[in-house]
Structures are given as structure tokens and as C-alpha cells.
T-cell receptor, first 116, second 112 residues
Framework: DAGVIQSPRHEVTEMGQEVTLRCKPI?????LFWYRQTMMRGLELLIY????????DSGMPEDRFSAKMPNASFSTLKIQPSEPRDSAVYFC??????????????FGAGTRLSVL | DQQVKQNSPSLSVQEGRISILNCDYT??????FLWYKKYPAEGPTFLIS?????DKNEDGRFTVFLNKSAKHLSLHIVPSQPGDSAVYFC???????????FGQGTTLQVKP
């Protein structure tokens, strides 16, 4: 299994530009999570989907952030417009189920975003 | 409001000795606690977990201890190896929300 695949691995953009991060979960997993890692706040959950439906987006910082999961094998996290404070590493994770910690979350390698 | 805290940003131990990583939490409703390990330029990987109804879980060199009354858990690595050098995240899971809440992470360095 290829694991969770994220693209791009690195993204450098200028303030005000639109940024789209992509994620392909592990085949057969029905829950998908987007996290952001910063020095100040550590790893924080932004949004998660179950069976392609957004379940909890309370971690999404602002309306500039949006996420979609059009099908079971693809999700995007979009920032429009981007700001320097959005600079962070963004992780996508997937798991077999929603409830129960025994449904271990498997993480992608992350996208390092730098907004200049 | 940090529900899961790892108060030690870093830890350095000698190869062969014990590494003890600590984690505190505030929400008594958490059902499971997990430890993830992260190498540079990679995503976190699951290491070991413990249910809130247990006080110890062991897997090879890794043991997690849970003290519910103190809202504290710890990860013991014995013996420590240089390959264990990584960032370790403590995480707590709530069945009510379906969310995993992570601590800030502790960077472990095991010296040969």
C-alpha cells in the first residue's frame, strides 16, 4: 500500500495567492483528516470527513480556508487568499473508521507551505 | 486552551538507558491515549496506545503508563536506541467528538 499521499511536498507562494493542497487517502479508509503543524500550536485538527462528508470543521481558522472531498480517494484544502501566518506544515491523515481510537490514523508526509 | 500538554520540549538520553516522555491532559472524558513518533520530513506514525480503563500497556521496548487520577501518562522506552531519536507526540481521543487532540511534541535524542 502506498500510504497517504500528499502533494505538493513544498509550496512557496506570495501573500494573496490561492493555494491548493491535495491528499489521496489509503484505499478503503473512510475517514480523512486535515491537520496543521506550527511551532506555536503544535498539531491541530482543521477538519475531518467521514464517507466524504465533512463532520467537524470547527478547527478551520477562517473563511479563507476551505476543504472538499469529492470522492473517497481525493481531498483538497484550499487557502484563498493566503497570508504569511498560514505558513506551516499541513498533514493529511486517513483511518478505517470515525469512532474509536483503535481506528489508527495514518499520516501523509505533509506539505510545507511558505507564504511570503 | 491546551487540553494535552507535553511540558518538556526536548530530552536527551544515552543509548541503552531508559527514556521517559511525559504528557498531561485536562479532559477526563478522553477514552484512549496514543503516542505517535515523527521523523523529520515524514508524517507522524502510530507507536502505542492505551485505553482509559487500563493503567499500563507494553509493546516490546515501549510501555505506556496511565495515571487517571493525576491525568498523566508517560511513555517509557527501554533500552533506548539511536534510531529512537525523533519527535514524540502524545494524543488523546474522545469518542464523543471523534477527535484526536495532540500535544506539542517532545524531541528525543538518543546519543550513541
Amino acid at each position: 500500500d502506498a500510504g497517504v499521499i500528499q502533494s505538493p511536498r513544498h509550496e512557496v507562494t506570495e501573500m494573496g495567492q490561492e493555494v491548493t493542497l491535495r491528499c489521496k487517502p489509503i484505499s478503503g479508509h473512510n475517514s480523512l483528516f486535515w491537520y496543521r503543524q506550527t511551532m506555536m500550536r503544535g498539531l491541530e485538527l482543521l477538519i475531518y470527513f467521514n464517507n466524504n462528508v465533512p463532520i467537524d470543521d470547527s478547527g478551520m481558522p477562517e473563511d479563507r480556508f476551505s476543504a472538499k472531498m469529492p470522492n473517497a480517494s481525493f481531498s483538497t484544502l484550499k487557502i484563498q487568499p493566503s497570508e504569511p501566518r498560514d505558513s506551516a506544515v499541513y498533514f493529511c491523515a486517513s483511518s478505517l473508521g470515525r469512532m474509536g481510537a483503535k481506528n489508527i490514523q495514518y499520516f501523509g508526509a505533509g506539505t510545507r507551505l511558505s507564504v511570503l | 486552551d491546551q487540553q494535552v500538554k507535553q511540558n518538556s520540549p526536548s530530552l536527551s538520553v544515552q543509548e541503552g538507558r531508559i527514556s521517559i516522555l511525559n504528557c498531561d491532559y485536562t479532559n477526563s472524558m478522553f477514552d484512549y491515549f496514543l503516542w505517535y513518533k515523527k521523523y523529520p520530513a515524514e508524517g507522524p506514525t502510530f507507536l502505542i496506545s492505551i485505553s482509559s480503563i487500563k493503567d499500563k500497556n507494553e509493546d516490546g521496548r515501549f510501555t505506556v503508563f496511565l495515571n487517571k487520577s493525576a491525568k498523566h501518562l508517560s511513555l517509557h522506552i527501554v533500552p533506548s536506541q539511536p534510531g529512537d531519536s525523533a519527535v514524540y507526540f502524545c494524543a488523546a481521543f474522545s469518542s464523543n467528538t471523534g477527535k484526536l487532540i495532540f500535544g506539542q511534541g517532545t524531541t528525543l535524542q538518543v546519543k550513541p
